[in-house]
């Protein structure tokens, strides 16, 4: 009987390991997005205003938006590149665990469908 707490005790602190590592990504996208949107002045002034009859240019604001985006994106890669196959191992080794331990009654049976 002193298994069961102890597999429940370690398949917790795998899940918590789990949801630090979630965690760690969505600061990262929070972080991009917060530097992204900290841009979007010094972009906006560069556009040009009605002279001459023409019509202010709205996709080279987007175009320059994404062209930024993209290289903050570029930046950060490696480190969520790396949380991420980090988190599909956790999610493997947490599979693993309940599959191994679980007992047979325990989990839930399909339902069929009428």
């Given at each position: 009987m002193t298994s069961k707490p102890i597999h429940h005790v370690q398949l917790s602190r795998m899940e918590e390991a789990r949801r630090q590592t979630q965690r760690q990504l969505k600061l990262i996208d929070r972080q991009v997005l917060r530097r992204i949107t900290s841009f979007l002045p010094q972009l906006a002034r560069r556009q040009t205003g009605y002279r001459r009859g023409k019509s202010p240019d709205t996709g080279s604001f987007l175009e320059r938006y994404r062209n930024n985006l993209a290289a903050l994106?570029?930046?950060?890669?490696?480190?969520?590149?790396?949380?991420?196959?980090?988190?599909?191992?956790?999610?493997?080794?947490?599979?693993?665990?309940?599959?191994?331990?679980?007992?047979?009654?325990?989990?839930?049976?399909?339902?069929?469908?009428?």
């Open positions: 994106t570029a930046e950060r890669q490696p480190e969520v590149d790396a949380l991420t196959r980090k988190l599909a191992r956790q999610d493997a080794a947490i599979a693993a665990f309940r599959t191994r331990f679980e007992p047979v009654g325990d989990v839930a049976q399909p339902r069929e469908e009428v």
